[in-house]
């Protein structure tokens, strides 16, 4: 008998179960402006429209300020998908979103030069 991992989406013998799309609705574009790095956070308010498993999945995992990409991986399900589903939950009221918190110059050369330099020496 073939062993299910990580919810209804993944079997061992089958692979993914469900299309993507499918999760999403045929929907490829969220309604909220969220990339990857957009942290999200549960409300507290329960969602009055009748949501999908992956969209309680998705809310559950949002207990505190998570990234998209986190969540994405988590669920396993393409970043794209996971917008459309965090989206939604932002358009119902039960997530908010924010765009993540950047210094004052997000691109810190130093810093950047100090990992070139540690790459090129382990080469």
Known sequence: MP???????????AGRLIRPYTVSGGRT???????????????GT???AHLGPEHTMALGLCD??????EIAAHLRLP????KVL?????????????APRFHDTPTDRSLL?????GLRRRL
């Open 64 to 69: 505190g300020p998570t990234s998209v990409a």
């Open 29 to 43: 574009r969220p309604t909220a402006p969220l990339d990857l790095l957009s942290l999200v956070m549960a409300t």
């Open 86 to 98: 965090l989206s939604d939950l932002v358009d119902c009221g039960a997530l908010t979103a924010r």
């Open 46 to 48: 329960a969602p009055q």
């Open 79 to 82: 970043a794209v998908v996971t």
């Open 113 to 117: 030069e100090a990992v070139l330099d």
């Open 3 to 13: 062993r299910r991992q990580d919810g209804p989406w993944l079997d061992d013998a």
